[in-house]
T-cell receptor
Framework: KQEVTQIPAALSVPEGENLVLNCSFT??????LQWFRQDPGKGLTSLLL?????REQTSGRLNASLDKSSGRSTLYIAASQPGDSATYLC????????????FGQGTELSVKP | EPEVTQTPSHQVTQMGQEVILRCVPI?????FYWYRQILGQKVEFLVS????????KSEIFDDQFSVERPDGSNFTLKIRSTKLEDSAMYFC???????????FGQGTRLTVV
């Protein structure tokens, strides 16, 4: 069964710390990997998309890496701020699945001032 | 920037009633999806729609559910007879190609009482 797993489930850090969120997937046959942010009770905000041919993608203080062969992606957040507090989700479209996304369960991040 | 729009943002309905959730995908997109997220759980795929027909549906998407693209712009999800367990956030998404970035709406929170 094709699955996506995220660890840790929750993370609490002091403001200013650099941190890494992890995402793993069971099958390397993917088109891309997307990272989303979700605030409590709200929708999904797309943060970064990494194509299967790429190794990393950067947007501001965010850097996402992809290692398809090992089935892993990381989201690195530099100099964390209280406004970064949210749940971070990764999602993958596996080959021959018509583009549907399989989501991880998310990492709930809390950045303390 | 083009976006996926969902209405309403929140709907409360009585058990057994029919509800229609509405989505306006990005205008040049060809693939359309519905996902749901029960409170505290993963985002789950419901159905994908391409070329005016369902291309894939999950086991959640039973006979109580239907989708339609009635006028070339709207994409609707109908739940014929709602149950308490249908209470969730429902997300619409669209892509121009099944292999590239998916764009999500802000969701409709459905509460069945």
């Amino acid at each position: 069964k094709q699955e996506v797993t995220q660890i840790p489930a929750a993370l609490s850090v002091p403001e200013g710390e650099n941190l890494v969120l992890n995402c793993s997937f069971t099958d390397s046959a993917i088109y891309n990997l997307q990272w989303f942010r979700q605030d409590p009770g709200k929708g999904l905000t797309s943060l970064l998309l990494i194509q299967s041919s790429q190794r990393e993608q950067t947007s501001g203080r965010l850097n996402a890496s992809l290692d398809k062969s090992s089935g892993r992606s990381t989201l690195y957040i530099a100099a964390s701020q209280p406004g970064d507090s949210a749940t971070y989700l990764c999602a993958v479209p596996f080959y021959n699945q018509g583009g549907k996304l399989i989501f991880g369960q998310g990492t709930e991040l809390s950045v303390k001032p | 920037e083009p976006e996926v729009t969902q209405t309403p943002s929140h709907q409360v309905t009585q058990m057994g009633q029919e509800v229609i959730l509405r989505c306006v995908p990005i205008s040049n997109h060809l693939y359309f999806y519905w996902y749901r997220q029960i409170l505290g759980q993963k985002v789950e795929f419901l159905v994908s729609f391409y070329n005016n027909e369902i291309s894939e549906k999950s086991e959640i998407f039973d006979d109580q559910f239907s989708v339609e693209r009635p006028d070339g712009s709207n994409f609707t999800l109908k739940i014929r007879s709602t149950k308490l367990e249908d209470s969730a956030m429902y997300f619409c998404a669209s892509t121009i190609d099944s292999q590239v970035e998916a764009f999500f709406g802000q969701g409709t929170r459905l509460t069945v009482v």
